[in-house]
C-alpha cells in the first residue's frame, strides 16, 4: 500500500475511533443514537409488515397502539392525541364546543339524552332526559355508540341539525341550530342558610375564576358571611384558573404553586397578583378522594395559608404537570413535565410511577417516608399522599338494594314515568316523594329483576365450594344450610328497610327532570353529611380558629 494512503487511512481510522469514543463516553449522544436507531428500527418493522403480513394492515392503527402502548409505560397522563381527536382535547381542556348541548349516555336501548344543558339548544328546542335519539339528519344512529352519536351532533356554530327522537311511545323531530356550548364550571351555587354560601366547583376550564368570583359577588349581595366551597368529585385542569380562584381569598404578592421539572423553561412560581374579593369570610373547603390536580392546589394552597378548613376525605394526590407538545401533520403529545409544590414546600402526587415501573405495581410514598411541612400558623402537614382533611368526614355507603336499583336503571326509568305523570313538582330544596309515591314505585317494580348478592352471600357461597371438597363436608353441611339462611336476604324486605334511602334517591333522580343539573346538586345538599358538618364549623368561629391553630402538644 502506498506510504501517503496508509497515512490518510491511519488518520481515518483514528478520527473514526475518536468520534466512536466521542459517542461512548457522551451520554446525550448515546442516547440520540439509541433513539434513531430504534426509530429506525419501528419504521423499517411497520414497511416489512405492510409488505409481508398475510393480511392488510393499517399502518396508521398500528402506529397509535404501538405510541399508546409506550406512553402507558410512564403515566397515565402522558398521552398521543392524533389529528382526529384534537377536537374533543380542545373541548377537555377548554369546557368549549359547538354542539347541541347536551350531555348524551346509554341505557340499555341506545343513545339517549341523559341532561341537557340549561339555556343551550338541546333544552331550549325541547329536548328532554330519556328522549331516544333515532337518527341524526338523515343518519340511523340507533346501533351506533354514544361517541359516536356524540361526535355526529357536533359541528360548527350556527349550522342546523335535524333529529328523530322517540319518547315514550312517540316518534318525535327536532330541528335543533348548534352553538357554542361552554360547560359551566360552576355548575351550581346558593344559599344553604340566611348567611352561608355554597359554591360547587365542577372543573377548572377557561373562566372557571370569573365564575367563582361571579358566585361569591352575588353571595355575598344577598348578605352571606361564610363560604363552603365544593371541590369534591372535581378532577382539575387549568393551573392559571387555580391561581385565580385561590387569589379571591388571598392577598397580592402570595406564592401558590411551584413547578419544577428536568427542563429550566417548565420551572415557574405561580403568585397571586390582584386584591382579593374577601380574605376574611370563614371558609370551609369539601374535598373528597377525586379531588384532583387544581382541586388539590386550590384546597392544599388554603390549608398551607390557614385560610380555610378542609373537610371530607384525603384527595386523590396528582400534584404532576402535563405541557402540550405540538407533532407533525397536526397531532399532539400531552406530557409530564414538571411536578407542583404548593407553599408549604410540599408535593402532592402520592403515586411513584417511576418506582411503580419498576417494582411492576403502583408504588405510593410509604408513611415512614413522608416528610412534615408546616403552615402558616406552623400546623403539621405532610407530603406524598394528596391533601389529606382537617377533619375526616367517612364515605357514605349505600345498601346494596339501592346500587342495584341504580345500576339497572329502574331509578332512571321511574323518575322519566314520574315526569310524564306530574305536571310539576315543589322546589328542589323542599321536594321529596310521599310514601304514596314510593309505594306505586314499590309495585311497579314486581316483575323487574333487581336482585343482588351481598357480601356476606358471597363469602357463604365461598365457603360451600371450598367444603365441598374436603372428606367431612357431610359433617359441617347442616351448619353451612343454617348460616346461609340466616344470611340470605329478602329484596321484598330491603326495599322496607331500606325505604328513606330510596326515597332520597329517587327524589333527586325526579329533581332532574324539571330543574336540570342545577336541581340535581341543590337536592343532593339535604342530608350531605359533609356540608351538615361544613355548616356546623361555620357557625363555631372558635372551632375554626382552634382547628387553624398549630397545636402546643
Not at 354560601?197 to 367563582?212: D, H, R
Not at 355575598?220 to 391561581?243: F, H, T, Y
Request: hydrophobic letters at 35%; aromatic letters at 10%.
Amino acid at each position: 500500500m502506498h506510504k501517503s494512503l496508509k497515512k490518510s487511512l491511519l488518520i481515518f481510522l483514528l478520527g473514526a475511533i475518536a468520534l466512536t469514543g466521542f459517542f461512548a463516553f457522551n451520554p446525550k449522544n448515546d442516547k440520540l443514537f439509541a433513539i434513531a436507531k430504534n426509530i429506525d428500527i419501528f419504521a423499517t418493522l411497520i414497511r416489512e409488515l405492510d409488505s409481508y403480513y398475510v393480511d392488510d394492515i393499517d399502518p396508521d392503527e398500528l402506529v397509535t397502539i404501538g405510541i399508546n402502548a409506550m406512553l402507558e409505560e410512564l403515566d397515565p397522563y402522558t398521552t398521543y392525541v392524533p389529528e382526529e381527536d384534537s377536537d374533543d382535547y380542545r373541548m377537555m381542556t377548554t369546557g368549549e364546543y359547538a354542539g347541541i348541548g347536551a350531555l348524551i349516555g346509554n341505557r340499555g336501548e341506545g343513545s339517549m339524552v341523559i341532561m341537557p344543558y340549561t339555556g343551550f339548544p338541546a333544552q331550549t328546542v325541547g329536548l328532554k332526559i330519556a328522549d331516544y335519539i333515532l337518527k341524526i339528519d338523515s343518519t340511523d344512529v340507533t346501533t351506533l355508540g354514544t361517541s359516536d352519536v356524540s361526535t355526529l351532533l357536533k359541528g360548527p356554530a350556527n349550522t342546523p341539525v335535524h333529529l328523530q327522537i322517540k319518547r315514550d311511545q312517540d316518534t318525535l323531530e327536532f330541528d335543533v341550530i348548534r352553538k357554542k356550548i361552554a360547560i359551566k364550571n360552576v355548575p351550581y351555587y346558593g344559599k344553604l342558610n340566611d348567611n352561608t354560601g355554597y359554591i360547587k366547583l365542577a372543573e377548572f376550564t377557561t373562566n372557571a375564576s370569573t365564575e367563582v368570583r361571579n358566585a361569591l359577588v352575588d353571595l355575598k349581595s344577598q348578605g352571606i358571611d361564610r363560604l363552603v366551597l365544593d371541590v369534591r368529585d372535581n378532577p382539575g385542569g387549568l393551573v392559571n384558573e387555580a391561581v385565580e380562584i385561590i387569589n379571591l381569598f388571598i392577598p397580592k404578592g402570595k406564592e401558590v404553586v411551584k413547578t419544577i421539572g428536568k427542563l429550566e423553561n417548565v420551572n415557574y412560581t405561580y403568585k397571586t397578583t390582584k386584591t382579593p374579593v374577601d380574605k376574611d369570610i370563614p371558609m370551609v373547603v369539601l374535598l373528597n378522594e377525586h379531588s384532583a390536580s387544581a382541586s388539590e392546589i386550590v384546597a392544599g394552597t388554603l390549608q398551607d395559608y390557614d385560610r380555610a378548613v378542609l373537610l371530607g376525605r384525603k384527595s386523590f394526590g396528582k400534584g404532576l404537570v402535563q405541557t402540550t407538545v405540538p407533532l407533525t401533520y397536526n397531532a399532539q403529545m400531552k406530557v409530564t413535565t414538571a411536578k407542583y409544590y404548593i407553599p408549604s414546600g410540599r408535593c402532592i402526587q402520592a403515586i411513584d410511577y417511576l418506582q411503580s415501573r419498576e417494582n411492576d405495581e403502583l408504588v405510593t410514598v410509604p408513611d415512614s417516608l413522608r416528610k412534615v411541612f408546616h403552615t402558616k400558623n406552623g400546623r403539621e402537614v405532610l407530603d406524598g399522599a394528596g391533601i389529606e382533611p382537617d377533619e375526616e368526614v367517612e364515605q357514605k355507603s349505600y345498601a346494596p338494594i339501592s346500587y342495584s336499583l341504580v345500576a339497572r336503571n329502574h331509578v332512571f326509568d321511574y323518575g322519566t314515568k314520574y315526569f310524564y305523570e306530574h305536571e310539576e313538582i315543589a322546589d328542589p330544596s323542599t321536594f321529596t316523594i310521599s310514601d304514596a309515591d314510593y309505594e306505586a314505585f314499590v309495585k311497579w317494580l314486581e316483575g323487574k329483576e333487581y336482585d343482588y348478592t351481598t357480601y356476606l352471600e358471597k363469602s357463604v357461597e365461598d365457603m360451600r365450594k371450598n367444603a365441598e371438597k374436603v372428606d367431612y363436608y357431610d359433617e359441617i353441611k347442616a351448619q353451612i344450610d343454617s348460616l346461609e339462611k340466616r344470611v340470605n336476604h329478602s329484596k321484598e324486605q330491603d326495599l322496607v328497610t331500606n325505604k328513606e334511602e330510596i326515597k332520597k334517591i329517587l327524589s333527586q333522580e325526579i329533581v332532574s327532570r324539571y330543574y336540570f343539573q342545577e336541581g340535581m346538586i341543590e337536592s343532593g345538599l339535604r342530608d350531605d353529611e359533609d356540608v351538615e358538618l361544613a355548616i356546623k364549623y361555620l357557625q363555631q368561629p372558635d372551632k375554626i380558629k382552634t382547628t387553624l391553630t398549630a397545636s402546643s402538644k
